[in-house]
């Protein structure tokens, strides 16, 4: 079982740029597919973007080109590069990991992102 801390989280203006990080507690190498979600008060939890244990990554049609996750598999950590923020992009953000071997989720238990007009 693993435990994911998020990180990175705060106020920040349009246009503006916040790198978010999860820590897992134990090696991801191999392990654990990767990724991010966000819930925005009276919405639907949306997935950010994903990155499987092979560097694979896919992201929500709403952040292509302005958000970049990637993995560090020595440091057990995930990131997740947000750039041009907007103010649709205010949200809770939460870190998951999927274990390769029994597909089951594990969550962070989320960082707030908020971008000011």
């Known amino acids: 079982q693993v435990q994911l801390v998020e990180s990175g989280g705060g106020l920040v203006q349009a246009g503006g740029s916040l790198r978010l990080s999860c820590a897992a507690s134990?090696?991801?190498?191999?392990?654990?597919?990767m990724g991010w979600l966000r819930q925005a008060p009276g919405k639907q939890r949306e997935l950010v973007a994903t990155?499987?244990?092979?560097?694979?990554?896919n992201y929500a049609d709403s952040v292509k080109g302005r958000f970049t996750i990637s993995r560090d598999n020595k440091k057990n950590t995930v990131s997740l590069q947000m750039d041009n923020l907007k103010p649709e992009d205010t949200a809770v953000y939460y870190c998951?990991?999927?274990?390769?071997?029994?597909?089951?989720?594990?969550w962070g238990r989320g960082t707030q992102v908020t971008i000011s007009t």
């Open positions: 998951f990991a999927k274990s390769v071997k029994t597909m089951r989720d594990y």
């Open positions: 990155i499987t244990t092979d560097s694979n990554s």
């Open positions: 134990t090696t991801i190498l191999n392990t654990y597919h």
